[in-house]
């Protein structure tokens, strides 16, 4: 696995290896790092599935609206670095914020409707951040996959609309959520509960896969001490979001 870290870096290794004449096909997985089993799914997924793959680790600091998430934020370098060597990924690209932002973020891409909605109505600018680093990403890998999970299925659908609203070349592919097994999704604030709170975490699941109507679930989930921030069914699928000990969980169902 070879660290790049700025854009400038990918140039040159692109034109060495003749990706283009080749027409190698790129693999990519953005993650914001503290890496665990569901980052490592789509990890192999890029593997399998292309010529190359890349991984980008890197905590974007205006997709948090929260200062003090931004900096409770799990940062696990050395063992992320150690679990992707084990994949067998080619590329793994860490750019500080100066790399990725030149411009300071003064220019920025936004969708006005569904990203106004559940995650969104509570963590403005949110989505904004999200979706111009992916384009950042885009822009500088030309990948023609990127893999996201389903965990976080409104910005899922939020990317893929705006790779088609953009007539991008990247195919945005949604990748299941992986759980532990007592149903909790695999996350990366999972690693800033306690034992007691990771005892409580799996609730939010079987709440969510209950089949229960949306008020009961609520009412479980505040009688199993869980600060709400949102049950919504959009479509046929049901979104929550809450947190326990001050960490914002969310999780998603098909029903
Ligand atoms: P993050 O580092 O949280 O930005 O996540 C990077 C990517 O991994 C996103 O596309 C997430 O949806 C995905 N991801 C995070 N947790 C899981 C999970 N438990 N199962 C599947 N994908 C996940």
């Known amino acids: ?36 089993k569901g980052h490592l799914s789509l ?26 998430d931004l900096k409770t934020y799990p940062k696990t370098w050395e063992e992320d670095c150690a679990l992707l060597e084990k994949t067998g990924v080619d590329y793994l690209f860490a750019p500080t914020y ?10 920025k891409l936004s969708e006005d409707s569904f990203s106004k909605t559940l995650c969104g109505a509570s963590r403005p600018g949110h989505f904004d951040g999200v979706l111009t680093v992916v384009m950042k990403l885009f822009q500088i890998f030309l990948p023609e996959k990127a893999y996201f999970g389903e965990k976080d299925f409104q910005q899922y659908k939020l990317l893929d609309g705006m790779a088609k609203a953009f007539f991008l070349r990247t195919e945005v592919i949604p990748c299941p959520i992986v759980r532990e097994e007592n149903g909790l999704a695999f996350s990366s604030r ?24 949306v008020d009961e679930i609520k009412a479980q989930l505040e009688a199993d001490g869980f600060m709400i921030d949102y049950v919504t069914e959009v479509g046929n699928r049901l979104y929550a979001a809450a947190s326990i000990e001050d960490v914002r969980l969310i999780d998603n169902v098909e029903r």
């Open 1 to 36: 696995m070879k660290i790049i870290n700025t854009p400038a870096e990918w140039l040159e290794i692109e034109k060495s290896i003749n990706r283009k004449e080749k027409h190698q096909s790129i693999g990519l997985v953005p993650t914001m790092g503290a890496l665990h």
């Open 43 to 68: 990890v192999e997924r890029a593997i399998k599935e292309n010529d190359i793959s890349v991984v980008s680790i890197f905590l974007n600091p205006v997709q948090f609206n929260n200062q003090n």
């Open 98 to 107: 100066d790399i990725m932002y030149p411009d300071d973020y003064h220019y």
């Open 190 to 213: 999972n690693k800033r509960l306690s034992p007691a709170g990771l005892a409580k975490a799996p609730c939010l699941h079987k709440a969510l896969a209950s089949g229960k109507s």
